[in-house]
């Protein structure tokens, strides 16, 4: 991960079925998987078919500035702190938020999406676009929207 490549999808798969079933009977969001199209196949073998994926979508630069901000917050606010995953105003503090891991993720994340996303047009997953190039405030802001028009949990749903 460190080095901007995927973790095993059967590691990561194994990780979130053991990770759901904390939630039975409730919807779960899985934030930035399927990162492949071994991961959808994987996830639908051992857990289910999704009902919905949320497609979170902006232009490199935008990704990139984020990216590299979130790192000078984290790295900032952290200067004392010792490894945790959150610093003590809230930012991921994460090693791997710099410009050559960065590059390497989004290179990662273009080899693998165009598959992924197909597959689930394939396999009738409805597919939920989101602009992500506006301020994180209104993004998230339609994230909360979706949460709640997706109330009550159908049971053993879950939205990648």
Same mark, same amino acid.
């Given at each position: ?10 590691? /990561? ?10 939630? +039975? ?10 990162? #492949? ?8 073998? #051992? ?30 606010? #952290? ?13 991921? /503090? ?31 997953? +409805? /597919? ?7 301020? +994180? ?19 053993g749903g879950s939205i990648f």
């Amino acid at each position: 991960m460190k080095r901007g490549e995927l973790v095993p999808s059967d590691v /990561v798969t194994a990780l979130v079925r053991r990770r759901s079933r904390s939630y +039975p009977g409730r919807r779960i969001l899985l934030d930035g998987f399927p990162r #492949s199209l071994e991961n959808a196949q994987d996830f639908t073998a #051992s857990c289910g078919h999704p009902e919905l994926a949320l497609h979170l979508y902006f232009d490199d630069t935008i990704l990139l500035e984020r990216i590299l901000k979130r790192g000078a917050l984290a790295k900032h606010d #952290s200067a004392d702190m010792k490894t945790t995953s959150l610093n003590g105003n809230g930012h991921d /503090v994460r090693t791997d938020d710099n410009i050559e891991t960065a590059l390497r993720r989004m290179r990662t994340y273009h080899k693998y999406h165009r598959p992924t996303m197909e597959w689930l047009r394939e396999h009738h997953v +409805p /597919v939920v676009n989101l602009d992500c190039s506006m301020t +994180p405030e209104n993004v998230w802001a339609q994230l909360l929207a979706i949460g709640r028009l997706m109330r009550p949990a159908a049971v053993g749903g879950s939205i990648f």
